[in-house]
């Protein structure tokens, strides 16, 4: 069953008086506990179909659902309280929030909910755990690794049970070492956890872990790999 | 409540830069206090008065004295129940650095008119026994640690000389328009030592009925008016009102300093505050990826300013009020009853209120309406 049903997509871009088109007619589907990975040259629309499938954009034209919401058809709140349910997004360079600490930064997607602080400090807790960093969860994010960080940022992505999860070259800054552990860590919330993972990457050896490969080149789907 | 960590810790990012606009915004609401304070402080002389007193002074100005033998005709009218009269000496003590109000009375008439001057009993007879005793105010007292029975020189200005009085009494005023730092001594002693000049600088007149107070006025100045010194008759309330009147272009340029103190401050603040939200447009649309609507954006950073605002106003309208009390400040004199009245607190924190939406509606409105993808580049 898809997850996130992307239909008939038209998408443009006006920088100064030209107009881009990103993407001219995309349909995709994205199944649901899949893990996905989002690969293309620079430009090639990547980024934007992640922002359009967490609604930080919306399509020109054509429809992006997301487990049967129409993304494209709600209004700013309604977005920002939908994306708080729903999506776990995580960023190339991490983004934590420097004057929180790991815990507070992983907090931070709680705060939108009706969970006592007492259930938002076992949330946290947890996913902590998960990502492996329960001993580093009062240091800021200057006295984390780059690594610990990017974990950082995954826990605050997963601790308010989204149902999909997006991630913009999320080994970008990343050491080999570090980029390994954050996709082992990311292939266990799928294959442990069920988690929906669309991962956007140049990185082949990120690709290798996804269970697909969806080629983007100047707006067009041009191969759809199965990964074994 | 779950947001105020946030909120101080988004203070705490530029600790050095919080502090000053902190303390820029309660210099500037101890500084609006402090003046506002100087014009209620002339503004509550003003209205000092009893109902039942009128001063009558020479009508061609207050430095013109009037004969001392009008105190028998004015008491001889009909409505008048009693009358006292008063002279400015203008001595000064020591240095003279230490300005404070020293006048002549008649003294039991004068006292007998005032019960807002507190004495105790036993110093009170002691000062009407001796005429050259000398009646003072209690913080005359601690400033120049005199005591009882010391004895006191002053130097006279208008009446030359050194004038040595002996401290008999030490009074308390129930109205702080009254001020406690005066220094009364006997219009008898005065008026001896001038050569028995016989002149008074005012009448202080009580009537038997408050609403009688114009036609006795009236009656008052139509029998001196074809005299060699004519009277002007009023209220006493009327009489302080006029000295009020000569601040009147004070009290104006209080305000408009005050208000030109509050703007700067605004300017100073608003900067901070943009300062503070341009460089957070990188995490305001990582907090807007997160959930966070644009009008909980707009409430965290009104919050901002609002605990920036209200801190600096708690420290500046707080300081304003126990400075001045600790101090028992009066002006050397000038300002007796300087008070930071409960009005002025409501006021600068109305101030503050209006600081922290002037200062936090712009980056407010520039956080909840930032476009995510855009500010996303930035970071990204």
Do not use: C
């Amino acid at each position: 069953m898809a997850l996130v049903e992307i239909r008939d997509v038209y998408k443009s871009f006006q920088r100064d008086t030209q107009k881009i088109d990103v993407f001219t007619d995309l349909s995709l589907d994205i199944a649901s506990g899949s893990f996905t990975a989002l690969m293309g040259p620079s430009g090639s629309g990547k980024s934007t179909l992640l922002n359009l499938i967490a609604g930080l954009d919306k399509p020109t034209r054509g429809t992006v659902r997301v487990g049967g919401a129409d993304v494209g058809a709600m209004s700013a709140g309604q977005l920002a309280a939908w994306r708080a349910r729903n999506i776990g997004f995580v960023f190339q360079s991490f983004n934590l929030l420097p004057v929180l600490t790991a815990y507070q930064n992983v907090e931070l997607p709680l705060l939108l909910t009706n969970l006592s602080k007492k259930d938002r400090a076992e949330r946290v807790r947890l996913a902590l755990d998960v990502v492996g960093l329960s001993d580093r969860a009062d240091h800021y994010p200057r006295q984390l690794s780059g690594g610990q960080e990017q974990r950082t940022a995954i826990a605050r992505a997963i601790v308010a049970d989204p149902t999909l999860m997006l991630l913009d070259e999320p080994t970008g800054q990343l050491d080999a070492k570090s980029s390994q552990e954050v996709l082992t860590l990311l292939q266990r919330l799928n294959n442990e956890f069920n988690k929906t993972i669309v991962i956007v990457t140049h990185d082949a050896h990120a690709a290798d872990r996804a269970k697909s490969v969806l080629h983007l080149e100047k707006g067009d789907l041009i191969e759809k790999a199965a990964v074994a | 409540m779950k947001y105020l960590p946030l909120v101080l810790a988004n203070l705490g990012r530029h600790k050095r830069r919080t502090i000053l606009t902190i303390a820029s915004v309660a210099l500037a609401l101890f500084l609006f206090a402090s003046l506002r304070t100087v014009v209620t402080t002339l503004d509550a002389g003003s209205r000092f008065g009893g109902a039942r007193r009128l001063v009558a002074l020479n009508a061609t100005g207050l430095v013109f004295p009037l004969p001392l033998a009008y105190a028998n005709r004015i008491k001889a009218m009909p409505g008048v129940h009693s009358v006292s009269w008063a002279n400015w000496f203008g001595g000064r003590y020591g240095d003279g650095k230490r300005f404070f109000a020293n006048f002549a009375v008649d003294p039991v008439s004068y006292l007998a008119m005032y019960p807002e001057i507190v004495i105790p009993p036993d110093q009170k007879q002691a000062f009407l026994q001796d005429r050259t005793g000398a009646l003072i105010g209690k913080r005359l007292l601690s400033e120049f640690g005199w005591k009882l029975g010391q004895n006191v020189t002053l130097q006279g200005t208008i009446f030359p000389g050194d004038w040595t009085f002996t401290v008999r009494a030490i009074y308390t005023p129930t109205d702080p328009a009254i001020g406690d730092d005066v220094l009364i001594f006997h219009h008898e002693y005065f008026d001896e030592r001038i050569g028995r000049a016989g002149i008074a600088g005012w009448y202080i007149v009580e009537i038997d009925d408050p609403s009688h107070s114009p036609a006795i006025a009236k009656e008052i100045d139509d029998a001196f008016r074809n005299s060699s010194s004519p009277t002007k008759t009023g209220t006493e309330r009327e009489f302080q009102a006029s000295f009020a009147t000569m601040w009147g272009n004070v009290s104006l340029l209080m305000g408009t300093i005050g208000l030109a103190v509050v703007f700067a401050i605004l300017l100073v603040t608003a900067n901070a505050m943009m300062m503070s939200a341009r460089e957070r447009t990188g995490e305001v649309a990582v907090l807007k990826t997160i959930g966070f609507s644009d009008r909980l954006l707009f409430g965290l950073v009104m919050l901002e300013a609002g605990v920036l605002a209200l801190t600096g106003a708690f420290l500046g309208l707080g300081g304003a009020k126990l400075l001045y009390k600790a101090t028992n400040f009066n002006a050397a004199g000038f300002l007796p009853g300087f008070n930071v009245t409960a009005a002025t607190l409501v006021l600068g924190a109305a101030v503050a209120v209006v600081l922290m939406l002037a200062s936090g509606l712009v980056p407010a409105l520039r956080a909840a309406r930032l476009p995510i993808v855009q500010a996303l580049r930035h970071v990204e």
